[in-house]
């Protein structure tokens, strides 16, 4: 079974563009959660997608926002890009939404945002 | 508000030795504490896991202690070894659809 794909990998964009970002759950998972992550954050939760709605949303700006579709694929946008934004993104899949302890979530590998 | 605090951010460590890192969680209602490790250019991946009535989970060299009534719980590893080097994150859930992570300790093993 493949696993969650990010794309694109590494993403180069300048302050004031916007960019999106897509993750492809593994097949079956319906629940996709996004996160931000920064040296010395951590993994800060933007966001979680299941069944097409927005489910969880974390503490971050309007910039961030994000979509499921009907095959939970996933993406996510940023607008009007900040210097600070620059991070790795990271998706996560699950098969269900709660409770938290009976479904895994599994990791993409990241796409690394740079902002210039 | 909802928040993990990890200790340390850094660890180094020989090869052999044990390591421990502890987390600490705000929200009582927490029931359900996994952690994760992430190597260098990879994603997080879960490695252990351990639910409020249990108070200690081992699996191999790695176990996870529970405290509910001081709200923290610790990872271990003995026997440390080169590969053990990554990124861990402890994680706790709130509520049974939300799960928040700790900044992360990255741990070094030295042979």
């Known amino acids: 079974k493949a696993g969650v794909t990010q794309t694109p990998r590494y993403l180069i964009k300048t302050r004031g563009q916007q960019v999106t970002l897509s993750c492809s759950p593994i097949?079956?998972?319906?629940?996709v959660s996004w996160y931000q992550q920064t040296p010395g954050q951590g993994l800060q939760f933007l966001f979680e997608?299941?069944?097409?709605?927005?489910?969880n949303k974390g503490n971050f700006p309007g910039r961030f926002s994000g979509r499921q579709f009907s095959n939970s694929r996933s993406e996510m946008n940023v607008s009007t890009l900040e210097l600070g934004d620059s991070a790795l993104y990271l998706c996560?899949?699950?098969?269900?939404?709660?409770?938290?302890?009976?479904?895994?979530?599994?990791f993409g590998p990241g796409t690394r945002l740079t902002v210039t | 508000g909802e928040n993990v605090e990890q200790h340390p951010s850094t660890l180094s460590v020989q090869e052999g030795d044990s390591a421990v890192i502890k987390c600490t969680y705000s929200?009582?209602?927490?029931?359900?504490f996994p952690w994760y490790k992430q190597e260098l250019g990879k994603r997080p991946q879960l490695i252990i896991d351990?639910?409020?009535?249990?108070g200690e989970k081992k699996d191999q060299r790695i176990a996870v202690t529970l405290n509910k009534t001081a709200k923290h719980f610790s990872l271990h590893i003995t026997e440390t070894q080169p590969e053990d080097s990554a990124v861990y994150f402890c994680?706790?859930?709130?509520?049974?659809?939300?799960?928040?992570f700790g900044t992360g300790t990255r741990l070094q093993v030295f042979p």
């Open positions: 996560a899949s699950s098969l269900g939404l709660a409770p938290r302890s009976s479904y895994e979530q599994y």
């Open positions: 097949s079956g998972h319906r629940s």
């Open positions: 997608y299941f069944s097409e709605t927005q489910r």
């Open positions: 929200d009582s209602a927490s029931n359900y």
């Open positions: 351990i639910r409020s009535n249990v």
């Open positions: 994680a706790a859930s709130p509520r049974a659809d939300k799960l928040i």
